[in-house]
């Protein structure tokens, strides 16, 4: 490989801040909203030109549930709960039965941009970068960030911070300072989503036209080979959002790779399209919106201070540094075969392959109860080797099958939350996130407030009436 030198020059610090946020998703989004509201200058940085990440870039525009397996609990509040509620009080999203394992809420995409903007600038410790990408690092020591090098078209820059979170999904900053990372030795494959008009009004006029049956049938040629599922967009009349493609065999971290996935997943779209068109019914279909990024669903991994077992994911084991709780099950997609694997917290599994009949088994015996949801540890957000820098979103240290529960959105945005808390309270106590004893690291995200009881012990009347603000 040829080389050339770069030549070394000056790079103007733009913001001294408490804590940089590198990448804009919901993760990313609510951990600096939450160390904005205990008082932290944060720094955020997005490569798009919006906030939300995969919900937003990727059309993705579902949150799993808020709730228990069984519906009768709600484990998940905070940030999540609060945009929800925005969404839902503008007619632009649509909740279903909590006890729905595919789709609790689904929203549209471009009022959670909305929403995420007014969140952001209502909050005056927030100073937002967009359509700006981190490029390099500068370190104190070598488990001591100092700043990262940022690029914008404003030129090559700087931002000096006391405390790191990495929300890039993946692993982008932890890679830039030299951090060790890894891989499953399968990945998860990506998905490029799509907006249609039409399927709606297919499916009204004739009750058995299923995108699925047509897209992935096996007895065609052309079909694709994957999983197909999708969700109609709140608000708007006849349009549907379908993820319908699977790119195998790719490493979405190497530019080529990348490039090549972007682009076949398009192509597999346009195939899409082609067979709804094709078939009786499916003629007046159309497509009226890409993303501006494949889904992805799996690249880097942390190594962390512990390392999240799908073991401890089924059986719901409490930790005592639980800082996010789950129901979503275990969902698998595979590189090499079409279909998904469910795994259940009650002992079920289920391969999933339509439009053929699906398989049923069991991964344990039945017993008399089971866990209802799973809960996350605080450690696995904590890169080895590394005083301030933490890790959210799917960058997250646990194996590949707990990944699969964790890696959706309702709990990645719990994740970020617990992150921002942590990095701003390890400011004010000048210690290091792993240094916070367990109770001062939880983040309460369960029903009742989503004030920090539980981190920092009980509130005067005054710090709740500040914090109800």
Not at 302 to 314: G, I, K, N
Request: charge should be negative.
């Amino acid at each position: 490989m040829k080389t050339l030198h770069e030549p070394a020059r000056e790079i103007s610090v733009i913001e001294d801040c408490d804590i940089c946020v590198v990448g804009g998703s919901c993760t990313g989004v609510f951990a600096a909203i939450r160390a904005a509201r205990l008082g932290a200058k944060v720094a955020l940085v997005e490569n798009n030109g919006f906030f939300g990440g995969v919900a937003t870039a990727g059309l993705v525009n579902v949150w799993h549930s808020l709730y228990n397996t069984t519906g009768d609990t709600q484990i998940i509040s905070g940030l999540t709960e609060e945009i929800s509620c925005t969404l839902l009080a503008r007619n632009a999203a649509k909740a279903n039965d909590p006890k729905n394992e595919s789709v609790y809420l689904s929203f549209n995409s471009a009022e959670l941009i909305l929403a995420l903007d007014a969140l952001v600038t209502t909050h005056p410790n927030i100073r937002p970068f967009l359509h700006t990408r981190a490029v390099g690092t500068v370190k104190d020591t070598p488990q001591k960030l100092a700043a990262i090098i940022i690029e914008n078209t404003s030129g090559r820059q700087a931002i000096r911070g006391k405390m790191f979170i990495d929300a890039t999904g993946n692993g982008d900053l932890l890679h830039q300072s030299g951090a060790p990372l890894h891989n499953y030795p399968t990945r998860l494959p990506p998905t490029t989503c799509a907006l249609y008009q039409g399927l709606q009004a297919a499916h009204a006029a004739d009750s058995n036209f299923r995108a699925d049956r047509i897209i992935l049938d096996p007895e065609n040629p052309k079909a694709l080979r994957g999983f197909l599922w999708g969700a109609d967009v709140p608000g708007l009349d006849n349009i549907t959002m379908v993820a319908g493609t699977r790119v195998n065999n790719v490493n979405t971290c190497d530019a080529d790779q990348l490039t090549f996935a972007e682009m076949e997943g398009r192509r597999q779209v346009a195939r899409s399209l082609e067979l709804l068109n094709a078939h009786p019914g499916g003629e007046k279909i159309r497509l009226v919106g890409l993303p501006s990024h494949i889904g992805v669903r799996d690249t880097r991994h942390a190594h962390c201070l512990h390392h999240y077992t799908e073991m401890e994911l089924l059986e719901g084991v409490d930790f005592p540094d639980t800082i996010a709780h789950g129901s979503y099950r275990v969902d698998i997609h595979y590189d090499d075969k079409p279909g998904i694997v469910f795994r259940y917290l009650d002992g079920r599994e289920h391969y999933v392959n339509p439009p053929l009949p699906g398989e049923h088994s069991r991964w344990r015996e039945e017993r008399a109860e089971n866990p209802t949801y799973y809960n996350i540890p605080f450690r696995s957000l904590l890169p080895k080797n590394f005083d301030n820098i933490l890790v959210t979103g799917r960058a997250i240290d646990a194996d590949r099958a707990a990944f699969s529960a964790v890696r959706v959105m309702v709990n990645l945005n719990q994740i970020g939350e617990a992150a921002g808390v942590a990095a701003a309270l390890a400011i004010e106590a000048n210690t290091t996130p792993a240094a916070l004893s367990a109770e001062r690291a939880m983040l309460v995200s369960r029903t009742d407030l989503w004030t920090l009881y539980e981190i920092i012990g009980a509130p005067t009347q005054e710090q709740f009436d500040e914090w109800e603000k």
